[in-house]
């Protein structure tokens, strides 16, 4: 077995994905008005995505609003069936199996919601929400109460509330009660959908904190679903990039960020804030133009070309074979763990 150490006391083991995705795609049918309904065209939400993730580690999934990201979670934990492509856990494709295979799976595989308010039932208290996982799998028994206390105290809660109604939280307090619930199976992954974003930054360190040190503890593997950056370098060993269902670059966090090598990856990182005022008045940022082209008709060739600055400094001729070629998610030259989707990738400083 080896192991990959990120942080102090933190060990990733690189022997075999936990989790491995391949050629995933998942497309939802567009429809004709009318009484009668044809199928017309299709929105391609998620095309062809192929990643895998180890034991203790915490893969980043990042990108735009809109750029497929929640439904490539969605549909690795079959909440989503997808269209086409492999899921495999722990050697076993997961989009292969029936109803009653998936809800034991899932016991292994489990979500965060992104918005502690929405996700938490507000009928039953604090509890009854934690123990429903354990309830519906026949894991409650005689032990199921102590059980709920101990997760509550676990993350960070007092298991004396544990009679309270979701509203006498706060946001940062109900995020963690979602963590409690998704913790109960004694799961092996967790998909973690933008789980700070909907609160303070204040409480965000907190509640990532937290589930650094569960992951320590528990030998989690997440696969961590965000669009702020800054939260993804704190907590992420690896970062994969995706733009219009597609992933543009994978490298290991610090490499990424310090040597990113996809147009899309150095504009979305020279957005983010430095703290010196001096050096971020005189840095040049590196602008996107455009709207995001719609899934259901993205462009040929590289899907990022009509916004890509780059790609107006290209030649002719090199315009041409990114309009008529798909670049392929390949290694760029900065050895195989950086791989990038671009015909002319190229480091450029963005700090």
Do not use: W
């Amino acid at each position: 077995m080896t192991t990959q150490q990120d942080r102090p006391g933190h060990a990733v083991d690189k022997s075999e994905p936990i989790l491995s995705v391949r050629d995933l795609v998942k497309e939802f049918p567009i429809r004709s008005r009318g009484l009668v309904r044809r199928v017309v065209g299709a929105v391609h939400a998620v095309s062809g995505v192929s990643f895998d993730l180890h034991r203790g580690e915490t893969l980043g999934l990042v990108g735009e609003s809109g750029c497929g990201k929640t439904t490539t979670s969605r549909a690795i934990l079959h909440l989503q069936p997808a269209t086409s492509g492999e899921v495999l856990f722990e050697g076993q494709d997961l989009t292969k199996l029936g109803k009653e295979k998936v809800r034991r799976m899932r016991r292994d595989m489990q979500l965060v919601f992104q918005d502690p308010y929405a996700s938490l039932n507000p009928r039953i208290t604090v509890s009854e929400i934690i123990a429903e996982p354990l309830k519906i799998h026949g894991l409650y028994g005689r032990d199921g109460r102590k059980t709920v206390s101990d997760l509550m105290q676990r993350v960070g809660l007092n298991p004396e509330h544990g009679n309270r109604f979701p509203h006498e939280f706060s946001g940062g307090q109900r995020q963690r009660i979602g963590i409690a619930r998704a913790l109960a199976l004694k799961p092996k992954v967790l998909v973690l959908d933008e789980p700070v974003s909907a609160l303070d930054v204040s409480i965000q360190a907190g509640v990532i904190n937290l589930l650094e040190d569960l992951q320590d503890e528990l030998g989690l593997a997440y696969l961590f679903v965000a669009h702020d950056l800054s939260v993804v370098r704190h907590i992420a060993d690896r970062v994969a990039v995706m733009y219009l269902g597609k992933i543009v670059e994978v490298a290991p966090t610090d490499e990424l960020f310090e040597r990113p090598l996809h147009p899309y990856t150095q504009a979305l990182i020279s957005a983010i804030p430095i703290p010196d005022p001096r050096r971020e008045r005189e840095r040049e940022r590196i602008l996107i133009q455009g709207d995001v082209p719609s899934p259901a008709n993205p462009p040929s060739g590289c899907r990022f070309r009509t916004r890509c600055p780059l790609f107006l400094t290209l030649s002719e001729a090199d315009q041409g074979r990114c309009v008529n070629e798909e670049p392929p998610l390949v290694p760029r030259g900065l050895g195989d763990r950086h791989p990038a989707a671009c015909h002319f990738a190229r480091v450029q400083d963005v700090l």
